[in-house]
């Protein structure tokens, strides 16, 4: 469904990772894990096509993955359901209920952006996923500011993503109760010989 | 497209969405001129379309670094990257959105604010036209310098100095058919020459535009 061979990637210039490979099939969920500056977020940023490799290949990621990082892409001015429907007719969608469904957002849709707490933002920026209608979901530490009982509203929705012949590439330290490989990035640091010509600075 | 022009268009009218100010803008430094040049009716009338011209295009600027900045800090940006929507739509529709909110407002002031400063009557015509010709060109030009400078702290000044060069010509040719239709000269070449810059920089710009945009948020 996805796979990446060999890649090799750099975060301002200095590179980060090197000789990843790895490959989802459907229905799979794999976790990365490492210490902070290991490079999981500039891996996840590449596979969203949000930065082009040094070198190496990502295959099936383009139109096809939902991409969630630290910023959840909210409007304050405009109310919860005014922001689902503008990512849904992004995507080409214009169901939403589903989404407000498995967040349990419903109490919530007709409140400004701008007047959530952090963790019903997060919740938000996490139901926009289920709008895409994309296959791969690429998620940048998901669970930040969720309590448990929405950590458990989002391992569902994951599962039921899943169960739908989807996959996901998750950054994550904490566990989901889901069934996941791990991958360990740590041994693809890059070492200070890769850095002869890198460059991924368009004006350094 | 049309969902990101409405959302957008929703955003500038909502609290703190900034529509008007632009407005405000253009009435409050009109209303200076006569104030700072005094009381000659005849030497503002001479003025006029050049002082008009010149306070559109300082109250198009005053809006811009909001044009990509909040939609970069908020993360919009990102995933409006990885979404279906080519990047050269998406800032192309967000500068038919600026156009709406702050240039469409200043070519209907306009005329308002020509008799602030005695404009000739035939020069009410050809200044609105001239107008209405040459902003669209400031909105799109301004997306362009909006993505140089986004992702950078305080880039709103960097933004006026890297934009107002890039507005010379709409300037001068804008302002040229609004002298010569208020002098009840020939406006046909300036104005030939605005929509030629116009059309062009429309159909150019917005792909200048993604292409640093791109660059700017790796």
């Known amino acids: 469904m996805l796979r990446v061979d060999d890649l090799t990637l750099a975060r301002g210039g200095i590179p980060v990772l090197t000789g990843l490979s790895l490959a989802l099939a459907p229905g799979q969920a794999l976790i990365l894990r490492g210490p902070n500056g290991a490079g999981k977020t500039t891996l996840l940023r590449s596979i969203a096509g949000l930065q082009p490799p040094l070198s190496g290949r990502i295959e099936g990621a383009e139109d096809r993955v939902a991409y969630a990082a630290h910023a959840d892409g909210l409007k304050a001015m405009l109310t919860v359901t005014e922001n689902l429907a503008f990512w849904a007719r992004i995507f080409g969608t214009s169901d939403i209920t589903p989404a407000l469904d498995a967040f349990d957002l419903h109490g919530l849709a007709d409140r400004l952006a701008g007047t959530l707490s952090a963790g019903q933002k997060r919740r938000l920026g996490l139901a926009r996923l289920l709008v895409t209608g994309r296959p791969v979901w690429v998620l940048d530490e998901p669970t930040v500011s969720l309590d448990t009982g929405a950590v458990a509203l989002f391992a569902a929705a994951l599962r039921a993503h899943l169960a739908q012949g989807g996959a996901a590439l998750i950054a994550t330290h904490i566990d989901l109760g889901i069934e996941a490989q791990v991958l360990d990035i740590t041994p693809f640091r890059a070492s200070a010989a890769t850095r002869a010509g890198a460059s991924d600075e368009a004006f350094l | ?218």
């Not at chain 2, 969902?3 to 009218?13: E, K």
């Open chain 2, 1 to 218: 497209m049309r969902a990101l022009l409405i959302r957008d268009l929703t955003l500038a009218l909502r609290a703190g969405g900034g529509f008007g100010l632009g407005l405000a803008f253009f009435l409050i430094v009109t209303v200076l001129v006569p104030f700072s040049v005094g009381p000659q009716a005849e030497l503002l009338q001479l003025i006029a379309p050049g002082v008009l011209w010149l306070g559109a295009l300082l109250a198009c600027l005053l809006s811009l670094d909001r044009l990509l900045a909040l939609d970069f800090e908020d993360g919009t940006l990102d995933l409006l990257l990885t979404a279906p929507l080519p990047l050269e739509g998406a800032l192309s529709v967000k500068a038919l959105a600026h156009w709406l909110t702050t240039g469409l407002p200043l070519v209907l002031a306009a005329p308002v604010l020509g008799v602030l400063l005695n404009l000739a009557p035939a020069g009410y015509l050809w200044l609105v036209v001239s107008l209405a010709v040459g902003t669209p060109a400031l909105s799109v030009i301004g997306c362009f310098g909006a993505a140089l400078t986004v992702g950078i702290k305080r880039g709103g000044l960097l933004l006026s100095l890297l934009v107002l060069p890039l507005y010379v010509p709409t300037l001068i040719f804008g302002a040229e058919v609004a002298r010569r239709g208020a002098g009840g000269q020939e406006v046909a070449t300036p104005l030939l020459m605005l929509a030629g810059i116009t059309c062009a920089v429309i159909a150019l710009m917005p792909f200048a535009s993604a292409a640093v945009l791109r660059m700017g948020l790796r």
